[in-house]
C-alpha cells in the first residue's frame, strides 16, 4: 500500500490534499456563498431533471447546467463538491501548462492560484465563473500538446457556460490558423451547431441561441468609467499579481518573437492564454462603460481567465528566481515562500475572511424564511423574487403550486390568499415592481418586514427591505394627512427658517407613537435658497438606542434661488422600545440655508 502511494506523483498528491481542504472549508462555511446567482444557478441545475427544459435555460447556462446537474441532486453538498473539484482541476491543469514552458517542476502554481483571492472566494459558491476557467485552461492545455481536434471542440462548449465564450472562440480561431491548423477551426462550431440543433427541436426556433438571447442591449444596472475593474485590481488579484502578469506577457512575447522564431507551441500556447485574458478585461470594461449585456460590473468574473493569468504571471515569477543560481530544492522553497506571501498580502483585501459568510441580503431574506416556515399558511403558493426565499425555504421552484417567479404587475396576477415576498433588489430592480407598486394595493396586506441591522443599500440605491405580503379582498385604503412640524408657528410664504450650523434636527418621533397612528410612509416637501453650486443633505435616520441602523438620505442641490423639494420617507417596522425617527439637515459645509413652508404629508392606513 505504501509502495503504491509512492509511486503517486507530488502534483497530484498535491491538488487531491488543496481539493479535500477547500471541501472541508466549504462545507464549514454558512449555506452556499455567492449571493443569488449563486442559488440560482443551483437550483436550475438541480430541478433540470424534473423539468428538462433547465438544460436549454440560456440565463442558466446550458452546458454547465448539464455538468452540474448530476452533483446538484445530492443537495447543497453535492455543488460544493463539484465547484471544489472544478478549481482544483484548474490548478492542477495550470501547473501542467507551465509545467512546458519551465525546467523546474512548478508545483507552487497549484497553491499560488488561490492566491487570487477572487479565486479563493468563488471556490464555494456554484457561479459559473469556475467551471468557465476549467474549459478554458483545459482547452489549453489541450492545445499545447497539440490535441488540436479536442482543443477546438472542448472549447467550442464555452459559451454555453458563460456568454463571454463567444468572443474567445474567435480568439481560439484565430490561434489555430496561426499555427495552420486551419481543418480544425471549423470544429469550434461544434457546440453552437449541438445546442442549435437541440433548441431548434424544443422550441421549433433553431435560432434560439440568439433570438432567447436573455440579455437586454441597455443594461438596468446602469454603466460605470471604463477603467472599473483596473481600479479594483485590490478586490480580485491584488496590487501585485496584475504587474507581474504584464512582465510574464511581455518576456513570453518577445522570446516568442525573437527566440522561438514564432514556432514555439507552448509559448505561442500561452500567449493564447494571456490574449484571452486581456480580451476579457477589455471586453468587460467596455461593456461596463457603456452599460450593456446587463453588465453588473461585478468583478468576480474576472475569476474566468484567473487561471491564465496565474500560469503567465508564474512564468514571469520562475524566470526571475532561477536567474539565482541554487538547486531546485531552494527554487522551490522561493517559489513556495513568493505564494505564501502574495496569499497573505492579497487577503487583507478580503478582510481576512477565508471561511466564507453569506451577505447581508441573503442574511435577512433567510431570517424571513425562517419565519415563514413557522407560519400556519406556510402550503400557500408563494410568489417571491429572490430566489434565496425559495432556497432558504426549501421550496421547490418545478412546483407551480407551491411557488412561482413573480415577474411585473404582480398584483394582477397574484389570486386570494396567496403570498408574496416583495425585496427591494430583486423586486426593485429585475421585477421592475418599486415599493409604492405594491403598498399601494389595498389588496395586499403586509405581513411581516425585514431590513438589514447595519446601514445598507441594494442595486438602485434604495434601502434593503423584505416584505412579505397576503393577497386579501379588500384592504384599509390609504389615507392622507398633512401635519406641520411643531415649532413652526405659520405656513405663511413669507416664514423662514434660517440656520448655518453642521446638523439642524428638524424633528424626533418615538415610532411607537407614529405607528398608533398608523403612519407608514412620509412625504417632506419644503422650498429652500442656498447659494449655486452648494448643496446639503436631507436625513432621516432610524435610531434604536445609540446604533443607527437604517437611514434615508438626499443631497439637496442649490442654483442661488428658491426652489421646491420633497422626499418620501418608507418607515420600517419597529425592532425595539427604544427606536425613534430623526428628520434633520446636515450641512457640511456649514453654509447659508434658508428653509420655507415645510410641511410632512403622512401616509397610512
Same mark, same amino acid.
Given at each position: ?43 436550475i441545475?438541480?430541478?433540470? $431533471? ?6 436549454l ?9 448539464l455538468?452540474a ?59 459559473? %465563473? ?11 492545455f ?21 456568454s ?7 480568439v ?16 469550434l462550431?461544434?457546440?453552437i ?10 422550441y421549433g ?10 440579455y ?10 471604463? $477603467? ?18 504584464l ?25 493564447l ?49 532561477q ?9 522551490h522553497i ?59 425555504s ?15 404587475k ?7 390568499? %396567496? ?29 411581516? $418586514? ?33 401635519v ?33 397612528k ?53 418607515l ?34
Amino acid at each position: 500500500m505504501i509502495r503504491w502511494l509512492k509511486n503517486i506523483p507530488f502534483d497530484v498528491v498535491l491538488t487531491i490534499s488543496v481539493f479535500f481542504v477547500l471541501l472541508c472549508i466549504s462545507i464549514v462555511s454558512e449555506d452556499l456563498h455567492g449571493g443569488s446567482d449563486s442559488i440560482n444557478h443551483y437550483l436550475i441545475a438541480k430541478y433540470s $431533471w424534473s423539468n428538462p427544459s433547465f438544460f436549454l435555460d440560456h440565463w442558466g447556462k446550458p452546458f454547465y447546467t448539464l455538468v452540474a446537474s448530476f452533483f446538484a441532486q445530492f443537495g447543497v453538498i453535492g455543488i460544493k463538491v463539484f465547484t471544489t473539484l472544478v478549481v482544483s482541476l484548474s490548478a492542477f491543469y495550470s501547473y501542467r501548462i507551465l509545467k512546458e514552458l519551465v525546467s523546474v517542476k512548478p508545483y507552487f502554481l497549484i497553491l499560488f492560484l488561490f492566491s487570487f483571492s477572487i479565486y479563493y472566494e468563488l471556490s464555494f459558491t456554484s457561479l459559473t %465563473e469556475p467551471f468557465f476557467s476549467l474549459v478554458l485552461i483545459f482547452s489549453g492545455f489541450l492545445f499545447i500538446k497539440k490535441k488540436w481536434f479536442w482543443s477546438a471542440v472542448i472549447i467550442s462548449f464555452l459559451p454555453f457556460v458563460r456568454s463571454e465564450g463567444f468572443i474567445l472562440l474567435l480568439v481560439w480561431a484565430m490561434a489555430l490558423m496561426w499555427f495552420r491548423q486551419y481543418k480544425y477551426v471549423g470544429f469550434l462550431l461544434t457546440g453552437i451547431l449541438l445546442y442549435s440543433v437541440i433548441g431548434g427541436l424544443y422550441y421549433g426556433d433553431f435560432y434560439w441561441i440568439y433570438t432567447k438571447y436573455p440579455y437586454p442591449e441597455n443594461s438596468i444596472y446602469g454603466n460605470g468609467e471604463f $477603467w472599473h475593474f483596473a481600479n479594483k485590481f485590490s478586490e480580485w488579484s491584488g496590487t501585485v499579481l496584475p504587474y507581474v502578469f504584464l512582465g510574464g506577457f511581455f518576456y513570453m512575447l518577445y522570446r516568442f518573437l525573437f527566440i522561438s522564431k514564432r514556432k514555439d507551441i507552448p509559448e505561442g500556447g500561452v500567449l493564447l492564454l494571456a490574449g484571452c485574458v486581456l480580451i476579457f478585461f477589455f471586453g468587460h470594461s467596455y461593456v461596463w462603460y457603456k452599460g450593456s449585456s446587463a453588465s453588473l460590473g461585478l468583478v468576480r468574473v474576472m475569476a474566468c481567465v484567473v487561471p491564465c493569468m496565474a500560469v503567465v504571471a508564474g512564468y514571469g515569477i520562475v524566470s526571475i528566481v532561477q536567474l539565482v543560481k541554487v538547486n531546485q530544492l531552494y527554487i522551490h522553497i522561493i517559489l513556495f515562500g513568493i505564494t505564501t506571501g502574495l496569499f497573505y498580502h492579497n487577503f487583507q483585501y478580503f478582510d481576512d475572511q477565508y471561511i466564507s459568510k453569506i451577505g447581508k441580503e441573503e442574511r435577512v431574506i433567510k431570517e424571513m424564511a425562517n419565519w415563514y416556515k413557522n407560519q400556519s399558511f406556510k402550503d400557500k403558493k408563494v410568489y417571491a423574487y429572490d430566489p434565496n426565499f425559495p432556497f432558504f425555504s426549501a421550496l421547490s421552484i418545478y412546483d407551480k403550486n407551491k411557488y412561482e417567479y413573480p415577474g411585473r404587475k404582480i398584483t394582477e396576477k397574484i389570486q386570494e390568499g %396567496e403570498v408574496l415576498v416583495w425585496d427591494s433588489h430583486f423586486g426593485a430592480n429585475e421585477g421592475k415592481t418599486l415599493f409604492e407598486d405594491v403598498f399601494k394595493d389595498s389588496t395586499l396586506t403586509p405581513l411581516n $418586514w425585514e431590513y438589514c441591522n447595519t446601514p445598507h443599500r441594494t442595486l438602485g440605491g434604495f434601502p434593503y427591505d423584505v416584505i412579505v405580503f397576503e393577497k386579501v379582498q379588500e384592504g384599509d385604503p390609504l389615507s392622507i394627512d398633512t401635519v406641520l412640524f411643531e415649532y413652526y408657528d405659520t405656513i405663511d410664504s413669507e416664514f423662514q427658517c434660517y440656520f448655518n450650523d453642521e446638523y439642524s434636527e428638524i424633528l424626533q418621533e418615538d415610532i411607537r407613537l407614529v405607528r398608533e397612528k398608523n403612519i407608514e410612509k412620509w412625504n417632506v416637501m419644503f422650498t429652500y435658497k442656498i447659494p449655486s453650486s452648494k448643496s446639503f443633505v436631507l436625513v432621516m435616520a432610524y435610531t434604536d438606542g445609540e446604533m443607527n441602523p437604517r437611514y434615508e438620505s438626499k443631497v439637496i442641490e442649490g442654483t442661488g434661488d428658491w426652489n421646491i423639494e420633497d422626499m418620501t420617507f418608507t418607515l420600517p417596522p419597529q425592532k425595539s422600545d427604544s427606536t425613534y425617527i430623526s428628520l434633520y439637515y446636515w450641512n457640511k459645509d456649514t453654509i447659508d440655508v434658508r428653509i420655507q413652508d415645510v410641511s410632512i404629508i403622512s401616509i397610512g392606513r
